[in-house]
Nanobody
């Protein structure tokens, strides 16, 4: 699976962005899709994930209620709608695909990664 993330940019605090991640190469619909981020000087951290079939979602506490993950299997694309952005959301955002439906917060459970897209939130 090849993943191409896009949609990042510079936005003021309180604003919104929608990230997209287009997949190609394999059956996208059978993968758990996740979003992770890495802020300067920090480790990569889990943001959100969505499974296939039931489309169950899981969010990090820091983004719950502000971010929404969704997927369009017909377009082989997963989205991350980010609202009420805060300066602490500034990071490079990565999408990832994996087959493990358990422990979706763990980076090691994902097999494929996109190249990342920069999100910068100014105060």
């Amino acid at each position: 699976v090849q993943l191409q993330a896009s949609g990042g940019g510079l936005v003021r605090a309180g604003g919104s962005l929608r990230l997209s991640c287009a997949a190609s190469g394999r059956t996208f619909s059978r993968y758990v899709m996740g979003w992770f981020r890495r802020a300067p000087g920090k480790e990569r951290e889990f943001v959100a994930a969505i499974t296939w079939i039931t489309r169950s979602t899981l969010y990090a506490d820091s983004v719950k209620g502000r971010f929404t993950i969704s997927r369009d299997d017909a377009k082989d694309t997963v989205y991350l709608q980010m609202n009420t952005l805060k300066p602490e959301d500034t990071a490079v955002y990565y999408c990832a695909a994996g087959r493990t439906v358990d422990q979706v917060t763990i980076t090691g459970n994902y097999d494929y990664w996109g190249q990342g897209t920069q999100v910068t939130v100014s105060s």
